[in-house]
């Protein structure tokens, strides 16, 4: 039976708002440069406008599900979208900093809202048996977003003012707005019997607040811990204290309350701690190749933030083509474990692929690293979220839904906090165990560094003189070294990279999945 056309409206405005929410969180990252010099910032000042975002997302995520079950779905979601949309155009006229982040923290609000619900929104579309499909429309949105933020930021940075990277929000943000109003319904769990009032779920302060110091202060010292070197930083100290205080406590009140804002018994299923574990795994994989890669494609190859993005694109569009196939895979009753499993391998593939670049190395081989990631994406995303979605209903369906997001970017968190601090300190490591055998005693040093000379004397006008040859000499034997202790660097977080994942296959044995299709969704 084919989608009905409200249904086709409601997918269409998920898929969007979940773009939106997606590429906003990487589009800034091309515009900070030109931000610093508009604002007069520094960079460790300007990265507040990236970290409060991914705080606030963060934080939203959990709730997401009692937020929409204590207002009402549609009033919540219209609600999200338009204080997204207003909070994207404060950014855009913000005149200062302090401003600009403070408007990027309600944008992340909203904005982490909208994840959960747009995935519940597309798999009620569906019945049970065409998870598959549901999880393949939105895993395009969530998988290409990440490739798409860098180009459209540098793209509009550079021709239109980085507050383009804002506004350009206004009019997607309305048209998803419009449509919203028209189809979005609230789901028949959250609508009253004739005569009565709608049950609303009452508020649990303590819950709420255990919840957003947890959450909050978590990703704080994520997201800015190398920043500030870790434990040195008092800040950092402060936050990991408070979230290593308030996340058990609020696991504890969450299990004895009466009223919970997150269901913390869901836990208790084998399907969703598999879930959880993969989902972060997933995230680490994601956000960690795409930091570390980068920063391979701006050393080596000296490509610029929007030439790096355009070089994810390609791998993306394999993600996109294979996601429909793999949903009808699913549809067809394919074992979701076995094509987890071949995406996970395919992501050793991909990290096997890095791990034998080089400077010599040509930008196709960047490519086929890249396009086996695509591919290994495909047979993960879709079917991780299907076979765990499809096991669960209504208000449960959202929960975990939101729980999935969460370590998505939990475990996307810790990818970059780990490759961050890794790539500094084995890069100081390596740096140091090098320096102690170039040295003006080495003989290799020094027919090196005699043979880059005398070549430059050589070449250059008689007038510049031999000192200058010979500094020039010392100057590419240090960038030589240095380059030299990047590769050592790269590689090694690579070979960490591929140990970690491994773990992925524990989660992978041990879930559980029902047998059968699960009765379908209460949609509208």
Known sequence: MGMTKESKLIVFVAVLASLLEIIDSSIVNVALPTMMGNLGATLEDISMVITGYAIANAIILPVSAWLSERFGRRQYYLTCIILFTVASVLCGLAPNLETLIVFRIFQGLAGG???PTSQSLIYEQFPKEKAGMAGAIFGMSVMVGPALGPVMGGFLTDNFGWRSIFNINLPLGLLALVIGMIAIKNPSYQQAKEGEER??????????TLLVLGIGCLQFVLERGEAVDWFSSTAIVVNTIIAAVTLPWFVIWQLKCEHPIINIRLFKEKVVQSGVILMALLGF?????VFLLPVFLGRIYHYDATQIGIMFIPGSLVTMAMMPVIGKLLQSGKNPKVLIALGFIGLELTLALMAILSPQSSQQHVLYSLYMRGLALSFLFVPIN????????????????????????????????F??????KRTHQNYADMAANVTAFDVQAQNFSQSMSNGMAMKMAEGVGFDVAHRSGVQLLLYKVQNQVFMMTFLQLIFIMMIILAFAFIPLYTMKLKKGSVKPVDAH
């Open 113 to 115: 809202a909208l994840l």
């Open 199 to 208: 049950a609303k779920p009452k508020l649990d302060v303590l819950g709420l």
């Open 285 to 289: 994989f994601l956000y960690g190749v």
């Open 386 to 417: 299907s076979s765990i979605l499809s096991q669960f209903n209504g208000k449960e369906l959202g929960q975990v839904s939101g729980m999935l997001n969460l370590f998505r970017q939990i475990g996307g968190s810790i990818g970059i906090a």
């Open 419 to 424: 490759v961050a601090t890794m790539l500094n």
